[in-house]
């Protein structure tokens, strides 16, 4: 793609993602410069904190050129901090970008006095180059747009198919990042993926250009297109079960620990164990998600449950969870009632069922108690 340069900027330094979702190899902000034989197309801005080192490589790749068109696909911070110096800058860049986005510009305090909103299905043509515009709302702003250059069978991609990590992290396995990004980011809006998704099957994509994580070509891309299908409609991607429990003084801990091992021992397929107080949450939510069935021990506290697993459920309903099994300890040394709240709070999850029976520890677990984490496990994998 000798006429598509990318002038995307590495974060390394960023800790949290959006505040909240820890970045162990930072994070990349993608741009790309589309030099047509006629005019220029900028694809999205980046993060303010990257400005200066994005205008500089804008200007490397135009190579004496002036852009004609900033494409603006999504409002996002992360993508339109660095807008307001680009525009000064090129003070006669022509902003693409869908009706609300002009809307949110002005929220976001930058000044555009030549703007262009283009809706659904229309082009521009570059020479040689053509740039097609399809929206893309909740995916996962409702401003959402991505592009598509049929010459180069490109697809822009705007947030979709993004991922943590700056640029060049685990080239050998997108899917690692890509899935606790999507599940923590774009999981709610999986209907208006799967509408993406049938929106572009009769294009022939050879590349996707990610706003984050890098481009994605051959088998890559074929997997990644496979797992958004998956991810989107909210399928099963790993048979297998998750075991996250939320312990006090360690003793719903070892319940869980126990059951999980009964799990395995039963034939359960991949089983995975968190400890919502202290492993990373959003790899708990992406674990959830890739599995079929969901194991939750947990303990009460005052008359309720104990606050890293009322944030863990919180977040799941958050992200649409849906289509699942799922099974529930409770441990509590006088007042058991952590079982109640969380069907409670599960009842709002579309398709999920509660497996019966549940165990209720009092303080900790019997050796005449294995019997019914036994049979909580036989009934968990029935189906």
Known sequence: MKNIKYVGCDDAELDLFESQYALPSGMCYNSYVVLGEKQVAV???VDARCAHEWLS????????????????????????GAMALFLAKYPQAKVLCSKQAVVMMQQFGIEVKNVQVVAEGQSIDLGGLTLQFFAAPMIHWPEVMMSYCPEEQVLFS?????KFGVYHADEDDWACEARRYYFNIVGKYGVAVTNLL????????????????????GEQKD????????????????????VAYASIHGNTAKAAQQLAEILKAKGAGKVAITDLSRDDMAEAIEDAFRMDKLVLCCA??????????????????????QNRRVALVENGSWAPQAVRVMKEMLAGCKNVEIVEPTVTIRGSLKPQQIAELEVLADALLAK
């Not at 009460?300 to 958050?318: C, E, N, Q, S, V």
């Open 158 to 162: 705007a947030d979709a198919f993004g």
């Open 198 to 217: 049938k929106k572009l099957a009769d294009k022939g994509i050879k590349t996707i250009a990610p706003l984050h994580g890098y481009m994605l070509e």
């Open 300 to 321: 009460t506290y005052d008359g309720d449950i104990f606050p890293a697993m009322h944030l863990f459920i919180h977040k799941l309903r958050l992200k649409g969870y």
């Open 57 to 80: 490589k804008v200007e490397e790749a135009l190579d004496g050129r002036t852009p004609d068109y900033l494409v603006c696909q999504h409002m996002e911070p992360d993508h339109s």
């Open 223 to 242: 997997e990644a297109m496979r797992l958004y299908k998956i991810w989107s409609a909210y399928g099963v991607e790993t048979e297998g079960v998750l």
């Open 43 to 45: 694809m999205d801005a």
